[in-house]
Structures are given as C-alpha cells and as structure tokens.
C-alpha cells in the first residue's frame, strides 16, 4: 500500500541509475541512518557498545571485504582472519613507530593499504587455481601470517607477552588539534582507542567508516571494476574473451576484499579488544567471516550488513536465552548446548534459505509491493 | 650468503652427520603422515562420491573416539565398543542424509560447505554434552614403547637386499596401478602432452651442471673431511660460496631430470592409453602390490631396527592399521557390487542415476564409510594423544594433504600424507634447527602445498583436470 512504485517516472539517467531509486527506500535508508547515529549514543549502555555494536560493525567491515572476494569475484578465501592481522599488527607498528602524530583515520587507511598488498601476494594461487583447492591454498595466509605475527618479536615491537596494545589516539590525529593545519576538524577529534575512550565516540567513528566504506564497496562494485568482477565469477572464459585481464581482475579483488579486512583488523584492535595477539585473529575468525558473507547473501552489499548481525547476535542471544527460559545448568554443557545450537541454526538458515538473508530481504520487498492485494 | 648456507646446506650435512637419528626423524614423519592420510581419506571418499568438501571430517574423528572411550567407560570391551560405535557411526550417517543432505540437492558446493562447518559445531557441541569435555584417556591394550631388535639377530645383507627387492616390485606394482588410472582418465588433452625435453629445460640443464662444476672445481681445491656437524659448519664458512654452489647445481640438475622423465612418462603414457594397450588391470595387481609394499614395509622396518633407529611400537600399529583399512577400501571398491556403484556416482550423478542406482543410498554408504574411517583415525589419534577437543583440529592439516595429493583420489590421499607427515617434521627438526626458527610444522604443509600448486594443480594424482585458469 505504502510501498509502490506506480507512477514514479525516471527522467533521466542518474535516477534511473541511483543506488535507491524509489524514494520510500531513500526514506528508510535515511531514517535508519540517522537513528543508527543518534540512538545508541543516547540510550546504549556501555555493555551494549562494548559487546553488541562495535563487534558487530567490526565484522560488518570484514564482510564487506570477504563479499567483495567471495560473492563478487567468486574466489574462496579462507584467510580473512590473516588479513585482519595484518590490519591490526601493521596499524599498530605504524601509529606507535613511524607515525605517532597521524590519526587513527590515515592510520586504519595505511594499513589497509598494508594488508591490500599482502593480500595481492596470497591472492596469486587464484590465477591457477579455483574453488575449494583456492580456499586451501588461503589457508596457507592464515597459518603462516599468524606464525610470523607469533615468532617474530618485530611485530609487537619486541613486547615479552606478544601482545599489541592500542595507545590513546585520536581520529584526525595532530594536525586537526588547535594550531594543525586541519584546525577546524577540532570539534571531531575525540579519543577513540585506548579503554578509556567513551564507547559512544568509538562507536560512532565505527559507525562513520563503516557506512562510507560500504558506501564505496556499493559504487565499486556497480561501476567498472565490479562489473568485470561479476564476469570473472560468472565465467572466467567467456570473461577473457571479451577483453577481461583475470590477472588484474582477481589480484584487484584479492587488493580491495583485503583492504577492507585489513582496516577491520586494525579497527578490531583499535576499538573493540585495546590489545590482542595474533590468538583474536586465528582460523575461527576466518570462518565466522565466510559464514557472514553466506548467510547474509552472496554478493551483496546489505547481505554483509545481515549475516554478520546474524553472527555476532545469535550467540548472544543463545548465553541470554537459556537462563532466562529458567534452564539452569553448569557452565560448560551450556556452552556444548550453546554450539550445538549455532551449529543447527546455521543448518537451518542453509537449507531455508541458501541464497541468504539479502534474498529473504528482497522476497520481503516483493511480497510488499503487491500488499494488500497479491493480484 | 649465511642465510642460504642455513637454507641451503647445513640441514643436509646435521642429516649426514647422524643417519640415525635422521632414520628416527623419517619414520616418526611417516607414522605421522599416516595418521594425517586417514583424515585426508574420510574427504577424499565423501568428495568422490557426494561433491561435497566436508569439513566435519575431523569433528568425526573426535566424535567416533568420544562414543568409544565413552562407552569404554561404562564398562563395556573394547571389541564391542568398537562394533557399537561403529553403528553410532553407521546411524549419523543416516541422520545427516535424513536431516542435512536430502534438503542441499543441487545447491553451490559452498553452501554445502557451509553446512558442514555447522555440523562441525553441532557435532562438537553434541559429543561434549553427551560425554562431558574433559580429556580422556584411550586404552586400546597397545604399549607405547620402542621396538628393539638384538644385534646380530638378522643378517643386515639379506635384510637391505629384501628391501631393495621389494621396494623395486611396489613401485613397479603402483606404477600399473598408475598407468592404468591414468588410461582411465585420459582425454584428448593428454595427446597433447608436451615434448621429451624441451629447450629451456636444456638451457637450464646446462645452467645447473655448470654451476654444480664450479661448486665441485672449489671443493676439490680445499676438500673437507665432515665428521661431525658442528667443526663443519665452521669449516664450511670458509667454503660456503662453492659448497652453495655444487649444491644450487645439483637441485637444478635433479629438477630438470624430474620435469624430463615426467614429461617422458607423460607421452608414453599418453600414447599407451592412445593406442589403448594397456591391459586391464585385475586384481592380481592388488595382490601383488599388497604383498610387495608389506614386504618392503616389514623389511624397512627391520633395517631401520639394525640401523639402530627405534620405531615406536603403537605408531607401527597405526601404519598397519592404515594400511589395512586402505587395502579393504580398495577392495570394496573395485570387487564389491556397491563400490562400482559408488565409482559410478563418482564419475557422473546423472549417468549413475539412469541406470537405477540410488543416489541417497549411496550418500548414506559413503559418509557411513567415512564415518568408519573416522574410527579407525580416532581410535588410533585418541589412544596416542588421548581424546580431547584438539583432535578435531587435525582436519585442518588433513587440507594440504589433500592439494598435494588430489581431492578425488585414495593413494593420493595416503601419499600425499606420508609426504606432508615427513616434510613437516624434516623442516621442523633440520631446517628449524639451522635457521634458528620453531613451530614450522604449524604453516610447513600448507606452503608445501602452495607451491606444489603452482607446478601440479591438480594434484599427485588428481585424475580430473580440476578447475583451473
């Protein structure tokens, strides 16, 4: 009833081409935004930043990357917990060696920069090899990058427990305090690492990158780029033949899924743990990212968004769920009971819904369009 | 220069200074590699058959070696423990195809991937509620102790000439075994394989013999006698640019040969299948082979126990056991009325099912079967390192294994594994050693596997051409 778009004509080619043309979408893409910047700033409590939406943009982030891979170009990718590590420990070594007066904004680009081309070097089995023997071949990222981090004292600049901790760091750094050369950024400058930061102003930094960052994932994956991505995926071949170099293609898809990671990491480290080791970025990681990227919807930018809302709040739910239903059982079977339950939801979603949340969604929106007359 | 002097050069002169404790560091790589095969082999049969890269494989282990030491612990033997899991086995594989497989027909192999990392954690989940997460102890009534052979109870000559003979007749029994999968597999673009020796193969034979002579010139100039590691690495030092060298050389030249007799073995082959000569292979083959590589097992056994290298006896228990179970695989699979079925699910879905064989049946037969292996792994992982959530973890390492020896092929699986099983603990122990590096064994078998893939995608013995670009 509401939501129709009978009579909406196009008039020229940029609306037609808008990322949401009809304007009951805008509206609610707008209002959504806005509430996402101001409610949790008024309302949430320190537990809600710290547990629920830090993480969860966190893992935003990383799927948007690991979608760009997987559900774009259609290389499997196992190794997204490396390249988060690569984020987090080159972030650190460049804001506490080289550029301790930089804000954490060039910071996290730097080092997204960093894991881009780590994941460009990792990305070249990709141009041999395909599906699951590729996903194997990341693995190799995944285990050696994490042994370096571990063995090599360089890393965490020679820390005797191998952590790496986050020092107080504003957004903008020095240059946007009184007398930098960025001094009316002054009023957006607040400490957003370190534990004593306020999780307010950590979560709306997050929350900032995240939606320009997807922002840009959603333009470049309808521009150019994207397209031939797309070709690439569909058939790799058929690609070739009509002028697609798979050697740019896919190493530049390696580069920008890894950038994405790699910024993730490095905000992970940043705003979410203060101090890791390489432990906060093992396999587990890397799988959780995947299953976001899956369940959320392959190649799909608001499937990013969902599955790692699905990920991050369902094993949440399941902790809260239990004892308020009254159930009251030791520690360790409810963390058995725990897992069995993810690991039967994840099941459940899978044959469901394969195509993921993203298409549920859209289902959602064609079903609305005809409501409340199907005919 | 001191870099690859440590690379290049001193693991091999700490190999030659103790031959011993090198036959030590082999075999216990060996016994590893079988375990990581049996892993390696639950995948390899249920990618066959369903497509399906089931990561659950190692939470199968864990969950087979929790159900037995559980059901040990209620007071029931260990024989009938064995056969009462392996039922519970049997039974999860009818639960998974009832709950999981019959609903993802047709789906991408992703999804199904997926959904067996949420089965990993159901499992997981599950065996630990059932039979608590506290690790345990597995009891299978083997000792783990060294095997010790007297001085002077086999005559050593006879004992290598065994060895020598048998090993000989094994590789000529795997390589029909070979030639005869690969007439199997052959297409038209094998026809196409590439010349004997082909010009830079030339060039780069030359190269590596030039070098190698110039590496032999300056040793010969202050040859060196190496009697023990450690005067040599300092003498070395003196030496390092022509012993590098005479080494680099040789590793070219040994390189060139194997791209030469591959590429050799390839055409021949290729024009064997061609001109279709190879006779069938039948099971006297089997046989023969069986008897061969247990003859060149037990011999090698032997000499290692001469050579003073002692073998551990539970892990010597594992090999035989592995090989065992392959043995009755192959023969489930090439004599019995459901292994041709299940070959001919492997080789096409749609072709099996026309001619009446049922898909889901042979789903429930192949996990079923993978789940029986997953016995045989756990029993033998649980009772070396008892039973805890780590045994899982061992899937991951049964991956490399699986790019070295092919997703779609059982003895690649088992070789690829003795392979990964020895390089891992050669690097670990040699060249951990020389580069002043530990925990190699944590990333070695996956960049092993990484490079192999840049040479071979498809694997040791991958038959289909896999996806490649």
Same mark, same amino acid.
């Given at each position: ?6 009579? +909406? ?132 990222? +995944? ?9 090599? &004292? ?23 305090? &009184? ?10 400058? @607040? ?123 369902? @094993? ?45 969604? +859209? ?13 | ?24 560091? %082999? ?26 890269? #089931? ?37 999860? *594989? ?18 199904? %991937? ?7 954690? %159901? ?40 060895? *020598? ?10 390589? !029909? ?15 196409? *394989? ?11 034979? /030359? ?29 070395? !030092? ?17 390189? /060139? ?9 390839? !055409? ?22 069986? /008897? ?13 126990? =001469?050579? !003073?290298?002692?073998?551990?006896? %539970? ?50 037969? /192949? ?59 050669? *690097? ?13 064994? #944590?990333?070695?078998?996956? =960049? ?22």
């Amino acid at each position: 009833m509401f939501y129709r778009e009978a009579g +909406q004509f196009k008039t020229s080619y940029a609306a037609d081409q808008a990322i949401f043309p009809i304007p009951q979408d805008r509206v609610v893409v707008f209002v959504f935004l806005i509430a996402a910047f101001v409610v949790p700033p008024a309302f949430a409590s320190t537990y809600w930043f710290n547990a629920i939406l830090l993480p969860l943009l966190i893992y935003t982030m990383a799927a948007l990357g690991l979608n760009i891979l997987v559900g774009y170009c259609g290389q499997i990718s196992l190794g997204t917990g490396a390249f988060m590590a690569v984020g987090a420990y080159s972030s650190y070594k460049l804001t506490t060696v080289y550029f301790p007066d930089l804000g954490l904004v060039f910071i996290f680009l730097m080092s997204g920069a960093v894991a881009a081309a780590v994941g460009v070097l990792f990305g070249l089995p990709s141009l041999r090899i395909k599906g699951f023997y590729l996903a194997v071949a990341t693995l190799a990222a +995944q285990f050696f990058l994490q042994w370096l981090f571990n063995k090599v &004292p360089w890393f965490s600049n020679h820390n005797s427990t191998g952590t790496i901790e986050s020092p107080p760091r504003t957004i903008f750094g020095k240059i946007a305090e &009184p007398g930098g050369t960025l001094e009316f950024l002054s009023f957006l400058n @607040p400490m957003v690492s370190s534990p004593n930061a306020s999780p307010a102003n950590k979560y709306i930094f997050a929350l900032a990158l995240v939606v320009l960052m997807a922002l840009a994932a959603k333009n470049l994956v309808r521009g150019r780029m994207g397209r031939k991505w797309m070709a690439i995926r569909d058939m790799d071949i058929a690609a070739q033949l009509i002028g697609i170099r798979p050697l740019h293609t896919k190493l530049s898809a390696f580069a920008t899924s890894s950038f994405y990671c790699g910024v993730a990491g490095a905000m992970m480290l940043f705003l979410y743990l203060n101090s890791a080791e390489t432990l906060a970025f093992s396999i587990t990681e890397s799988f959780n990212v995947l299953f976001m990227v899956i369940i959320g919807g392959l190649g799909s930018i608001l499937g990013s968004f969902l599955g790692a809302g699905f990920i991050v709040l369902v @094993p949440i739910l399941l902790v809260n769920a239990l004892p308020a239903l009254g159930i009251d059982i030791d520690v360790a079977t409810r963390r058995h009971i725990e897992l069995m339950l993810f690991g039967g939801l994840m099941i459940f979603f899978l044959i469901v819904e394969p195509h993921g949340f993203a298409r549920l969604w +859209q289902l959602a929106k064609e079903k609305l369009r005809l409501w409340p007359f199907p005919h | 220069m001191d870099f690859l002097l440590a690379l290049l050069v001193e693991p091999f002169l700490a190999m030659g200074a103790r031959p011993d404790f090198f036959g030590q560091v %082999f075999i216990g790589g060996l016994l590893t590699g079988v375990m990581y095969a049996l892993v390696a082999l639950g995948f390899v049969l249920i990618y066959k058959a369903s497509g399906v890269f #089931n990561f659950a494989q190692g939470v199968m282990v864990l969950f087979a070696a929790l159900t037995l030491v559980g059901l040990m612990e209620k007071g029931i033997p260990l024989w009938a423990a064995i056969i009462l899991t392996a039922f519970v086995m049997l039974l999860l *594989a009818v639960v998974i195809e009832w709950a999981i497989l019959r609903h993802m027909v047709n789906q991408d192999q992703i999804i199904l %991937f997926m959904a067996t990392i949420g089965l990993t954690f %159901f499992l997981e989940g599950f065996g630990d509620t059932l039979w608590g997460s506290n690790v345990k102890k597995l009891e299978i009534g083997i000792p783990d102790a060294r095997l010790v052979i007297p001085p002077g109870t086999l005559d050593a000559r006879l004992v290598i000439a065994v060895f *020598a003979v048998s090993a000989l007749a094994s590789l000529f029994f795997l390589h !029909r075994w070979r030639a005869h999968a690969v007439r199997r597999a052959f297409d038209f673009s094998r026809a196409l *394989a590439p010349p004997a020796v082909t010009p830079r193969q030339i060039f780069f034979a /030359v190269l590596g013999a030039a070098i190698l002579a110039v590496g032999l010139a300056g040793m010969q100039a202050g040859w060196l006698v190496i009697e023990d590691s450690r005067p040599a690495r300092a003498a070395l !030092r003196s030496h390092n640019f022509f012993i590098s060298a005479a080494v680099v050389g040789a590793i070219v030249l040994v390189g /060139v040969a194997l791209l030469v007799s591959a590429n050799a073995a390839g !055409r021949r082959r290729a024009r064997a299948a061609a001109e279709d000569d190879v006779p069938p292979l039948h099971y006297g083959w089997f046989v023969g082979l069986g /008897v061969a590589v247990a003859a060149f097992l037990v011999s090698g056994v032997a000499w290692a126990a =001469m050579l !003073r290298v002692t073998i551990n006896i %539970f892990e010597l228990f594992a090999a035989v056991l592995a090989a065992v179970l392959v043995i009755v695989l192959a023969l489930f699979f090439q004599k019995t009325r459901v292994g041709r079925a299940l070959r001919a699910v492997a080789d096409d879905h749609a072709a099996a099912l026309s001619v009446g064989i049922s898909l889901r049946g042979i789903w429930v037969i /192949v996990w079923a079967v993978a789940g029986l292996v997953a016995l045989a792994a756990g029993i033998i992982w649980g009772g070396k390192s008892g039973v805890q959530f780590s045994l899982s973890l061992i899937a991951l390492k049964a991956l490399p294994v699986l790019i070295l020896g092919g997703f779609t092929s059982v003895p690649g699986a088992i070789i690829g594994g003795l392979i990964i099983g020895v390089g891992e603990k050669l *690097a670990e122990v040699y060249w951990g050693l020389a580069l002043g590096i530990d925990a190699i064994e #944590n990333w070695f078998a996956y =960049m092993l596997a990484l490079v192999f893939l840049l040479f071979r995608p498809q694997g040791l013995f991958g038959e289909k051409i896999i996806e490649r670009v």
